[in-house]
């Protein structure tokens, strides 16, 4: 018989998390599970969607920033009524909910804590340490985090797994058609170097540090220009950073975008200035596609890259570190397609689809047969 899960998620919007979903439920072995459904504790992003196209149910309990008396009640009327054996919730304020309602309730709950986690104010944390226990099995995307959870957190180490990010290497891979396309649209030769980055605007992921390194890139490269694309709340500041540093005419903001790899394809060199990751999707589609990248050495990141090796690590938050690891990759192609060369194999081996389902499959199983998860 096959078993029935539903799908619990903070946000619907653009992330990793939501990213991680989707790709899980665009793969999950349907002979095997039966996918019940989709609930988002906020009104529907870009994602909801996307799920909908895959003919799976997707509820919304269009929730504020701070939650009505009836939320709860509503979850647990959706879960009961879905007849999933499993719930699997993603990301801190769904995973609290369904923790919330699970006494009494019969189902078996898996949770997907995510990065986040580093973030919250610490009234957030007890809260999560009181019901931490309401988890048959806790999935980690990352060794760091799985770390932080239970050398930080208190979590028990037998309930904890990592199940790492996959990716569709045969869709995140070079096109030399789509490299020219896209940089005849930016009006590149292909003398000119770009640099790209893409992420939400914000503190998590480091923009200010790489806007200012790009002015001791530019000053050995006048030609290069530094792309940029994501929104977020500190689009302004960082637009004023650019104009500060006097390179606003060498940085392109690009907003929110569905092309992601044709970009990559058309980058010579990926920088990830993040403070904190987990394990970064963004570095991984840039290393399926082949690129050299500069990322900063935190957490999941350090799981991926290889430094020297598969590309280059950076101090998180030090300028003058990104700036030598992106002028040391700007002056030498070799270099660049030799690293770029590794972390596309490095993505292809280590971070298939199939592993990452297959992890998925083996936790389910775990959460429903064996004597730890009870």
């Known amino acids: 018989m096959k078993k029935r899960i539903l799908y619990v ?85 769904a995973i609290q909910f369904c923790r919330h309602i699970k006494p009494n309730s019969g189902f078996r709950l898996v949770s997907s804590p995510r990065v986040n986690y580093r973030t919250r104010a610490l009234p957030l944390l007890w809260l999560d340490r009181a019901l931490k226990h309401r988890d048959d099995l806790t999935l980690c995307e990352s060794a760091a985090s799985a770390e932080f959870l239970i050398s930080g957190l208190g ?19 070079f096109s030399e058609k789509e490299r020219a396309a896209v940089r005849a649209q930016f009006g590149l030769n292909e003398g000119r170097l770009l640099i790209f980055s893409n992420g939400r605007l914000d503190r998590q992921k480091g923009f200010e540090h790489l806007l200012r390194a790009f002015p001791a890139v530019a000053e050995k490269h006048p030609n290069a220009l530094l792309a940029i694309a994501g929104r977020g709340p500190l689009e302004h500041k960082l637009r004023q950073i650019a104009l500060e540093t006097g390179q606003a005419d060498r940085v392109l903001f690009l907003g929110q975008r569905s092309d992601i790899r044709e970009l990559l394809c058309a980058c010579d060199i990926f920088a990830l200035p ?13 290393m399926s596609v082949g690129r050299a990248c500069a990322a900063s050495a935190v957490d999941g990141t350090r799981e991926l890259l290889e430094d020297g090796v598969s590309g280059l690590l950076t101090e998180a938050a030090n300028s003058h570190s990104i700036a030598q690891a992106l002028l040391r990759l700007a002056r030498d192609e070799g270099l660049r397609s030799r690293l770029g060369g590794q972390a596309r194999l490095h993505a292809t081996r280590e971070h298939a689809f199939a592993a990452m389902i297959a992890g998925h499959e083996a936790a389910y199983e775990a959460c429903l047969y064996t004597e730890n998860a009870r």
């Open 9 to 93: 998620i903070t946000s619907s919007g653009v992330g990793g998390a939501e990213k991680t979903l989707f790709n899980l439920l665009s793969r999950l072995n349907r002979d095997k599970y039966d996918i019940a459904g989709v609930v988002t504790l906020k009104p529907r992003g870009e994602y909801a969607g996307k799920i909908a196209a895959l003919g799976i149910p997707i509820h919304s309990l269009n929730m504020g920033y701070l939650p009505s008396p009836g939320d709860a009640a509503r979850l647990r009327r959706i879960i009961k009524e879905s007849g999933a054996e499993t719930v699997h919730a993603f990301l801190y304020r």
């Open 155 to 173: 979590y028990d180490s037998g309930k904890v797994r990592v199940v790492k990010n996959g990716i569709d290497t045969e869709l995140w891979a």
């Open 274 to 286: 993040s403070l904190w990751e987990g394990l970064p999707n963004s570095l991984l589609e840039a």
